[in-house]
């Protein structure tokens, strides 16, 4: 496996809205080469990614796709860098736990948190070469319990998990991030009809994000604002 390559590389998941799209960005502007994934060619075209972004569409879901991923990294010949921030909501509108059934569960959890696991153990090889930092995009719902918020609660609870065990098996440094709330299309599509003007853009977060990678504490769950 050669590693011999002085640009950093980092693999966002979900990179064509939101915060992975921010995130995107700023690594680029920053001299990374990003590799980044999602489902829509129509909101990759309105991004306008800049130069040093590779785009790959398909379905975190889809073991086909993962492959995908998987050699585009080989390509690139090492892994900086992952960063799972691709997930669900799952059925709109979110419901109460007593309503949700097998299938709600069955689709949050193989976008949530079957497809980060997996994809993960694909790219072990280049991140421990390269000793580099798992990041896993969290939620306050994951520690607080909110009406509705159950399953994807439980979900990134569980992704926490996932993350910082691949940290402690592997040594690899893992870090479970909780952005705080966010201005986007997700968050909306969770508030249907409600204002949500007040919620800090994606792009603010960011920064915290990238201070947190340079300080590069221990392996944890962290809030973005605590690096603000």
Do not use: C
Request: charged share 20%; hydrophobic share 40%; net charge negative.
């Amino acid at each position: 496996m050669d590693t011999n390559y002085m640009t950093r590389v980092a693999l966002v998941t979900g990179g064509s809205a939101g915060l992975g799209l921010a995130l995107t960005r700023a690594l680029a502007a920053d001299g990374w080469h990003v590799i980044t994934d999602g489902r829509s060619p129509e909101k990759f075209k309105e991004a306008e990614l800049p130069d040093g972004v590779t785009t790959i569409l398909g379905d975190l879901t889809d073991g086909d796709h993962r492959e995908d991923l998987r050699i585009e990294v080989e390509r690139h010949g090492r892994l900086d860098l992952l960063v799972h921030n691709a997930s669900t909501l799952g059925p709109l509108p979110m419901k109460q736990l007593s309503g949700v059934d097998i299938a709600d569960l069955t689709q949050m959890w193989r976008t949530n948190i079957g497809g980060p696991l997996v994809l993960t153990s694909l790219l072990l090889p280049w991140l421990r070469v390269a000793d580099g930092v798992l990041l896993s995009i969290s939620s306050d719902a994951a520690v607080n319990h909110y009406e509705t918020w159950g399953l994807y609660g439980a979900s990134k609870a569980a992704l926490d998990h996932v993350t910082l065990t691949y940290g402690a098996e592997t040594g690899l440094t893992a870090y479970a991030v909780d952005p705080g709330d966010m201005r986007t299309a997700m968050h909306q599509d969770a508030f249907p009809g409600e204002d949500i003007s007040d919620r800090p853009l994606p792009e603010t977060v960011v920064p915290s994000i990238l201070t947190l990678l340079d300080q590069r504490p221990d392996s944890g769950r962290y809030r973005a604002e605590d690096f603000a």
